[in-house]
């Protein structure tokens, strides 16, 4: 297990490559040697089907917290770095309802590409009952991966998605990622934290010490070298998913 330090530095390597994430979300698709992978949360503002709600739906008070944290974070970081950009919001059409995710699909929640309610401006995302017992940060982290799917679909709505099911759970994956390195000092320590001393971690926080161990490998492999890092990260993650039972079974 790491000590807080070290996996702090980690953290912030995330930080680091954030820009680069955020000129491939911005402006165009970030192309490598696999798939179009772009990070999620751009820009629809030009698109037919986009989230045209200003309102959010009536979610229960925790996962509007929750919500209300990645909107924070991703602004704060987008202004503190005078980045231009005409993002969409999808949170007012995001709608968060428990259901017996794990017991039912092994899952901690999801998003149904298929669902025939889904549309631009109603978004379901269901989520495990055990969730009910979590902080916000954790929910966020989840959120965070789901509704990366949900903007996917209206993507698709669009026209404008050709990832396979394997690719769109790595930019899931990767979006997370990017929530991780937009938040604040406390809220790092508190995932670093819990990382180094809980003795049964939450799915969430195994997830952000994967993350943190393929930032090490990444580094180890590309030293300061961004590019080199971010192509070596996008990759590992990728292969994380495709060597994934869960992932191989649902997108079979």
């Known amino acids: 297990m790491k000590k807080p330090g070290k996996a702090l530095t980690v953290v912030g390597i995330f930080i680091g490559i954030v820009v680069i994430f955020l000129v491939g ?123 990366t799917h949900a903007y996917q679909f ?16 790595a930019e899931a994956f990767l979006s997370q990622s990017l929530f991780i390195s937009q938040l604040n000092d406390e809220e790092l320590r508190s995932l670093i934290y819990r990382i180094d001393n809980e003795p049964n971690l939450h799915p969430q926080l195994q997830l952000v010490s994967s993350f943190n161990q393929v930032s090490d490998y990444a580094t180890n492999q590309c030293g300061s070298d961004k590019n080199c890092f971010l192509d070596v990260y996008i990759k590992k993650i990728r292969d994380m998913v495709y060597a994934n039972p869960f992932y191989q079974k649902q997108c079979s």
């Open 154 to 169: 209206i993507r698709a709505l669009n026209g404008e998605n050709d990832l396979s099911c394997m690719d769109k759970e």
């Open 25 to 147: 979300w911005v402006t165009s698709n970030y192309s490598h040697t696999y798939k179009k992978i772009e990070i999620p949360n751009g820009s629809l503002a030009d698109s037919k089907y986009k989230c045209t709600r200003t309102e959010r739906y009536d979610n229960p008070p925790e996962f509007d917290r929750a919500l209300s944290l990645i909107n924070q974070r991703g602004t704060e970081y987008i202004r503190k770095n005078n980045i231009t950009a005409n993002l969409t919001n999808l949170t007012p059409c995001v709608v968060v309802k428990y259901t017996d995710v794990k017991n039912t699909i092994g899952a901690e929640g999801y998003f149904i590409f298929g669902d025939k309610e889904a549309n631009a401006n109603y978004l379901p995302v269901y989520v495990d009952n055990s969730y009910k017992e979590t902080d916000d940060l954790i929910t966020a982290l989840l959120l965070k991966h789901e509704i």
